[in-house]
Nanobody, 115 residues
Framework: QVQVVESGGGLVQPGGSLTLSCTVS????????WAWYRQAPGKQRDLVAI???????NYADSVKDRFTISQNDTKNMVFLQMNSLTSEDTAVYYC?????????WGPGTQVTVSS
């Protein structure tokens, strides 16, 4: 059973930085397409960044040049480095993993940007 868990959320001041982590367990293949999504209160869940198994990273325009998605060497973790945060970045952040046609979501981690 594949499990996805996010961590690293919290309260940060405007202009600050935060790094989210996502860990996948229970898969023997590690052939993942990774993505981070976020959902603000009353809004739809939007794609933030994606790192395909074969291909370059891609970002939503709203986070380009501020956020960086990366993965570890053993490819069971992905990170989202977030810089220059604003109140518009406040949301629940979700890790999404696709492996061999199966889709998995984590429970989400709250990021609140406020002074």
């Amino acid at each position: 059973q594949v499990q996805v868990v996010e961590s690293g959320g919290g309260l940060v001041q405007p202009g600050g930085s935060l790094t989210l982590s996502c860990t996948v367990s229970g898969s023997e293949y590690r052939l993942y397409n990774w993505a981070w999504y976020r959902q603000a209160p009353g809004k739809q869940r939007d794609l933030v960044a994606i790192i395909p198994r074969n291909g370059p990273e891609n970002y939503a325009d709203s986070v380009k040049d501020r956020f960086t998605i990366s993965q570890n060497d053993t490819k069971n973790m992905v990170f989202l480095q977030m810089n220059s945060l604003t109140s518009e970045d406040t949301a629940v952040y979700y890790c999404h993993v696709i492996e061999l046609g199966h889709s998995y979501w984590g429970p989400g981690t709250q990021v609140t940007v406020s002074s």
